[in-house]
């Protein structure tokens, strides 16, 4: 499985981004996932959400990012707004084990991620 994610960059505080991740294979049936690692930190999962649409985030970014996604084309979203300097990190989806973040864990191996970087 390659996982694939885009669409991060430069942003000033307070702006959006929308990170894309194509996965190369059917994601029908999986719950998936976005994670974060900032420089010198963990790679910690910020928000997941089921194969039927239930989601679930990280309490530094609820109201704040939306994950979603379209089976039909084998992609996950985050719409990242309200960016704050603290969000700078490189962002990674993978299949997760469930959307209860604290009891979550990765099932693939890991793609590239994509740089967000939040900057005046």
């Known amino acids: 499985v390659q996982l694939q994610a885009s669409g991060g960059g430069l942003v000033q505080p307070g702006g959006s981004l929308r990170l894309s991740c194509l996965v190369s294979r059917s994601i029908s049936n999986v719950h998936m996932g976005w994670y974060r690692q900032a420089p010198g930190k963990q790679r910690e999962l910020v928000a997941a959400?089921?194969?039927?649409?239930?989601?679930n985030y990280e309490d530094s970014v609820k109201g704040r990012f939306t994950i979603s996604r379209d089976n039909a084309k084998n992609t996950v979203y985050l719409q990242m707004n309200s960016l704050k300097a603290e969000n700078t990190a490189v962002y990674y989806c993978n299949a997760v084990r469930s959307v209860v973040l604290l009891l979550s864990g990765p099932l693939e191996p890991w793609g590239h991620g994509t740089q967000v970087t939040v900057s005046s």
């Open positions: 959400i089921t194969s039927g649409g239930r989601t």
